[in-house]
């Protein structure tokens, strides 16, 4: 009996092998070359290495970097550096081994290509190094999402960044004395408007003192004049400073000896 057991254990370890599912990881059993429907996560897995093998993905978010030249609306070619940023459904796992196959990265560069120019050719060159790349970006994510959808569910598109992007000489250049042209006009228009500003503050200023010397000139009667002689003499008086008083009887004038 114990020995039955022992060959048993020994032909079981013959026949069987064990696989390690680390986190950030899902795996699927491929037995004679058919994919099980069952996602295998985190563990300890055996099986058969004679007829099985484990295939394990990554569930987290992974990054194909391309070098690409692009076409644009006029004709041109626009190189780029590109990533595509991607992760696996992992209940969908074996759907996408199922259809795409372990080298499922070839067709997502290929439906990249192929999205990317069909996005690209709607689009001058200049807009791919403006504000309107986002745009770009995020039309070609669609499009892609469209065709991976036709040939098998699981892959989640998260983002198509175009980086370090460069333009023909002769076009970068021109958009550079375009922006420097565009910059200079900004800066003049600023130095003319402060200008402008500057001119109407002198003749807001001449017009108010135009109207205080007519107020006071169409406004100073001699019974005025009598009162604000009254008043200064009344507040220079307490001066502790030496005075001489100079009046015709009616009003004073006041002299400072010290002058």
Do not use: W
């Not at 990554?58 to 991607?86: A, F, H, M, R, W």
């Not at 060159?125 to 986002?134: F, L």
């Amino acid at each position: 009996m114990k020995t039955n057991f022992l060959l048993l254990t020994v032909i079981l370890l013959l026949f069987s092998n064990c696989a390690v599912i680390r986190p950030g990881e899902a795996g699927v059993k491929q037995t004679l070359g058919k994919f099980s429907d069952k996602v295998i996560t985190e563990g300890t897995v055996v099986y058969n290495p004679f007829i099985s093998k484990i295939v394990k993905e990554s569930t987290q978010t992974n990054n194909i970097k391309l070098v690409l030249s692009l076409p644009s609306k006029e004709g041109l070619s626009v190189d780029s550096e590109i990533s595509i940023l991607y992760r696996l459904e992992q209940n969908k796992i074996p759907s996408v081994l199922e259809n795409l196959g372990q080298e499922y990265e070839d067709i997502i560069t290929s439906v990249f290509r192929s999205a990317s120019s069909d996005v690209c050719a709607k689009f001058f060159a200049k807009d791919m190094h403006s504000g309107m790349r986002s745009t770009i970006e995020e039309e070609i994510k669609i499009k892609m999402e469209e065709n991976l959808l036709k040939q098998a569910e699981g892959i989640e598109l998260i983002a198509v960044l175009m980086k370090s992007i460069r333009l023909p000489r002769g076009l970068a250049n021109s958009i550079e004395e375009k922006l420097q042209a565009e910059q200079d006009a900004m800066r003049m228009e600023f130095v003319i408007q402060q200008a402008k500003l500057e001119a109407e503050r002198k003749i807001i200023d001449a017009k108010g003192e135009r109207d205080a010397q007519i107020i006071l000139a169409t406004g100073l009667t001699p019974e005025i004049i009598k009162i604000k002689s009254i008043d200064a003499f009344n507040r220079l008086s307490a001066s502790p400073n030496s005075k001489i008083i100079i009046t015709d009887g009616k009003t004073p004038m006041l002299i400072n000896p010290n002058e």
